[in-house]
């Protein structure tokens, strides 16, 4: 009964729409249509069939690659949306961050640096928003790659952020450093860089937040 029924549907040529997709086709009519292929060919100048069965694994194949690119793409969107969830916990709490404006309240706040290489003087300068040195401190023959505090403490100094300057020198030669501020957060937002925290104005990525509180 099978032989009879591939041989009436080969009796007659099927037609297709042009453009008609490979890879929707299911396993029985891929069939119909390799058979009939065969079928219809000039037994003189037969085609090899092999490209027509590589297409359409390679079709099935991209099917396959675009359903888990789509699967990837909403995990990725889903794993943001949780991320920026969490980040909403953070609004108007402390936290302590890579960057150089830090919160002072009561006249006090508390900073980290690092350097990169060795130091033989280090100048730490903290600013006021209108650009006057409110505190610094000199430092000599620091290590590279180690974490120093700097804490304000000026009861004369108003609530707000200031701005603080690390200068370092080994020799003639300037050495990087980075800082580690006290800051709110006071919003979050999604950007194409990822989840943002708003600190002072300042978008924070949420890798370069160090701590939470304290």
């Avoid at 549907?9 to 997709?21: E, S």
Wanted: hydrophobic share 35%; proline share 2%.
């Amino acid at each position: 009964m099978e032989l009879t029924g591939i041989s009436e549907y080969l009796k007659k040529p099927q037609i297709v729409q042009a453009g008609y997709d490979n890879s929707k086709m299911e396993n029985e009519d891929f069939l119909k249509v390799l058979l009939a292929d065969l079928a219809w060919q000039d037994p003189l100048d037969a085609k090899d069939i092999s490209d027509f069965i590589n297409n359409t694994v390679k079709l099935r194949q991209m099917e396959v690659l675009n359903d888990f690119q789509e699967t990837v793409k909403m995990l990725k969107e889903a794993n943001e949306s949780n991320s920026l969830l969490y980040a909403s916990n953070l609004i108007g709490k402390k936290l302590y961050y890579e960057g150089a404006d830090t919160y002072v309240e009561n006249g006090r706040s508390k900073v980290k640096f690092k350097l990169e290489d060795n130091a033989d003087i280090v100048k730490v300068t903290v600013l006021d928003q209108k650009g006057n040195v409110v505190d610094e401190e000199a430092f000599s023959n620091l290590e590279g790659n180690k974490e120093y505090p700097f804490e304000i403490d000026n009861p004369a100094l108003t609530d707000g952020y200031y701005t603080v300057y690390v200068e370092a020198k080994k020799g003639k030669e300037s050495v990087k450093a980075t800082l580690i501020s006290e800051g709110i957060a006071e919003s979050v937002l999604k950007s194409p860089e990822g989840i943002k925290v708003m600190v002072h104005n300042n978008e924070i990525d949420l890798n370069s937040i160090v701590q939470i509180g304290g």
